[in-house]
């Protein structure tokens, strides 16, 4: 079992960072793989980002590659996503995600445990 709980969402301008966090408790923390979705009003959930458990491999949508980077620290238990050169299309919810089979899939059905997620606004 795993629990997900991020922080770091906020207000920024068109341009901006932000640093989004995911603290995650359980004992098998370290072999799932992690992801980040998001999902706006009235739209579906998305992918945005997936790191395997050894965090050499990665994964992005191609909306946010180049901007968004995910990255991962075991030792804390924490999932990251640095997310630069925000655009108002970004503004969503963001959710953690948590995948023990590791397939990284962007369907977010498969993936197991979920945080409550942080809300993200872009202003232009």
């Known amino acids: 079992q795993v629990q997900l709980a991020e922080s770091g969402g906020g207000l920024v301008q068109a341009g901006g960072s932000l640093r989004l966090s995911c603290a995650a408790s359980?004992?098998?923390?370290?072999?799932?793989?992690m992801g980040w979705f998001r999902q706006a009003p009235g739209k579906e959930r998305e992918f945005v980002a997936g790191?395997?458990?050894?965090?050499?491999?990665?994964r992005y949508r191609d909306s946010v590659k180049g901007r968004f980077t995910i990255s991962r620290d075991t030792a804390k238990s924490t999932v990251y996503l640095q997310m630069d050169s925000l655009k108002p299309e970004d503004t969503a919810v963001y959710y953690c995600?948590?995948?023990?089979?590791?397939?990284?899939?962007?369907?977010?059905?498969?993936?197991?445990?979920w945080g409550q997620g942080t809300q993200v606004n872009v202003s232009s």
């Open positions: 995600a948590a995948d023990p089979d590791g397939y990284m899939l962007s369907d977010p059905k498969p993936w197991d445990y």
């Open positions: 359980g004992r098998t923390f370290t072999t799932y793989t």
């Open positions: 790191i395997t458990w050894s965090g050499s491999g990665s």
